[in-house]
């Protein structure tokens, strides 16, 4: 089958090689432009850029799609069967929505109409869902809002992370979506009702709020990881949390109630097990605190 393939994160990888490997013609690989990232800004490409690249196929990187007229024209002259979307993070205008023989159809990292939006993964988690998934749907104008062809589901855990979460999701997706190309099964509409949004994340969301209680930042700091991450301020410093376990205590939010960094919260306490300071490698609570003490008593902001 002759594809266009749109995707921009990790996430989207698997799916890409997955599609490579059973023979379909990837015709155009479409993921969001190099951007600065590091301490020199240097131009860096996405992860699916990096894997296109590798396998030699053709990449494309608009800036925009829903406002670039000859974009949507190149598109349409590729003569597709279909696209695969993943985590593009550009919206897809009906114009090519429609220009392929089959449709597009979208790999969603949800339960849909769970978690429709941005961060269906990291949502999942911070809500404390026993389980999540992928769907298999196709493309319409609406936000995830498409007629369902396949599903598949995954338990989540107390170990469970964005990074371990995603990793088994997009394994999951890349076999699912192979078997809607084969298979082209009907489609379902989705429920009207249940319908949740997860919208995009910033580096503020990161923040924990030891005011809330200790079930609830656990999973913030389980569901944030890699990014943006957790952090607290430690004096002048920020602290990031990358591993945290519920334990009993009780005390005022934010107050270190121990030598080995039990905080207290709005419900119980929280167990700082893995942290980073600044220009420091991660290291477990214990190596951490033999370089900088923490005392009982001490106030988390």
């Given at each position: 089958m002759r594809l266009a393939f749109m995707g921009s994160p990790e996430?989207?990888?698997?799916?890409?090689?997955?599609?490579?490997?059973?023979?379909?013609?990837?015709?155009?690989?479409?993921?969001?432009?190099?951007?600065?990232?590091?301490?020199?800004?240097?131009?860096?490409?996405?992860?699916?850029?990096?894997?296109?690249?590798?396998?030699g196929l053709p990449v494309r990187t608009p800036a925009t799609l829903k406002r670039d007229p000859q974009a949507q024209a190149?598109?349409?002259?590729?003569?597709?069967?279909s696209a695969v979307v993943a985590a593009y993070g550009l919206i897809v205008p009906a114009s090519m929505l429609g220009s392929t023989r089959r449709g597009c159809i979208n790999i969603?990292?949800?339960?849909?109409?769970?978690?429709?939006?941005?961060?269906p993964i990291q949502a999942a988690i911070l809500a404390g869902d026993a389980e999540t998934g992928v769907t298999i749907m196709r493309m319409d104008s609406g936000l995830d809002t498409g007629p369902m062809l396949l599903r598949g589901a995954v338990p989540i855990t107390d170990a469970t992370t964005a990074a371990t979460l995603r990793d088994e999701l997009a394994a999951l997706g890349a076999a699912l979506v192979l078997r809607a190309l084969a298979e082209d099964p009907p489609e379902s509409p989705q429920p009207t009702d249940g319908a949740t949004y997860a919208p995009k994340l910033s580096r503020a969301d990161g923040r924990l709020d030891w005011t809330r209680d200790a079930a609830a930042l656990a999973r913030r700091v389980r569901a944030l990881n890699p990014w943006p991450g957790t952090f607290t301020s430690l004096g002048e410093d920020t602290l990031k949390v990358l591993a945290a376990a519920v334990e009993p205590g009780e005390g005022d939010p934010g107050t270190v109630l121990d030598h080995a960094l039990?905080?207290?919260?709005?419900?119980a306490a929280l167990r700082l097990t893995r942290v980073q300071a600044p220009g420091r490698a991660p290291m477990d609570a214990a190596s951490f605190l033999r370089g900088r003490p923490v005392p009982p008593g001490t106030r988390l902001p």
């Open positions: 996430f989207a990888v698997p799916a890409l090689r997955a599609l490579g490997d059973a023979g379909h013609e990837i015709a155009a690989v479409y993921c969001q432009p190099p951007r600065p990232a590091g301490r020199g800004q240097a131009p860096r490409r996405c992860a699916v850029h990096v894997a296109a690249d590798a396998l190149a598109f349409a002259e590729l003569g597709l069967d969603h990292a949800s339960l849909l109409p769970r978690w429709r939006g941005a961060a039990l905080v207290a919260t709005g419900a």
